[in-house]
C-alpha cells in the first residue's frame, strides 16, 4: 500500500497493491501496520461501516463535534465522488475541501483524519461504501454542513439534483457551523 498526498496535509489517497490475473484480483484493504507506517502514526480503529446507496444520493457532509472520528474510505460496488472539508481553524487549508473519485474499478481509499467534514455523492446506478472509523458514532455530536454551501462552492459533477436525507437538507452553512480548533 501506498500514500499520495493531496492538496490538504494529512488528507491522503491510499492505494494497495493489487493482485490480479483472468481469474480476478486480491488486495489487502487494510493491515495496520502498513497503514501506520503509510500515514505516519499509530490509530486504532474502532468501528466498521458499510452503506448502500442508489444513484444521484448525496451523504454529508458529516462530522462529530465531539468524538471526532478519523474515516477510512473506500467503495466496494460502484463509484461516488468523494469529498473531505478541512474545519479546523488552526490549519492553513481550514475551508478547503478534496473531491476524488473512488470506485471498486479504481480500488481507491481516502484516509480522512479528525477535523474534516466529509461527504459522497454516488455517481453509479448503485455504490457500496464501506469506511473505518476511530471513534463511535454519538448521535448527538454529529454535525451537517450544507452540502452546496456557496463558500465551499465544492463541484459535485451533478447530473440531476440530489437525493438527501432531512438532515442533510438542513445542513449549516460554513459560516455558522461549529469548527474544531
Do not use: C
Not at 458499510?50 to 454529508?60: E, P
Request: a negative charge; hydrophobic letters at 40%; aromatic letters at 12%.
Amino acid at each position: 500500500m501506498k500514500a499520495v498526498q493531496t492538496a490538504i496535509k494529512d488528507l491522503l489517497i491510499i492505494e494497495p497493491k493489487v493482485f490480479g490475473d483472468d481469474r480476478g484480483f486480491f488486495f489487502e484493504s487494510y493491515n495496520q501496520r502498513n497503514f501506520a507506517a503509510v500515514i505516519g502514526h499509530d490509530v486504532t480503529f474502532v468501528q466498521d461501516n458499510h452503506s448502500r446507496s442508489a444513484k444521484n444520493v448525496l451523504r454529508g457532509l458529516h462530522y462529530q463535534i465531539k468524538h471526532p472520528q478519523g474515516k477510512l474510505v473506500r467503495v466496494a460496488q460502484g463509484a461516488v465522488l468523494d469529498v473531505a472539508v478541512d474545519i479546523r481553524k488552526s490549519s492553513p487549508t481550514f475551508g478547503q475541501h478534496v473531491a476524488l473519485e473512488l470506485s471498486a474499478e479504481n480500488k481507491r481509499m481516502l484516509w480522512i483524519p479528525e477535523g474534516f467534514a466529509h461527504g459522497f455523492l454516488v455517481l453509479s446506478e448503485t455504490a457500496e461504501f464501506l469506511y473505518k472509523t476511530t471513534d463511535y458514532y454519538y448521535p448527538e455530536h454529529e454535525r451537517s454542513l450544507l452540502w452546496n454551501d456557496p463558500v465551499l462552492a465544492i463541484d459535485w459533477k451533478l447530473q440531476a439534483a440530489p437525493a438527501l436525507s432531512g438532515k442533510d437538507a438542513q445542513g449549516k452553512l460554513f459560516k455558522d457551523a461549529e469548527y474544531f480548533d
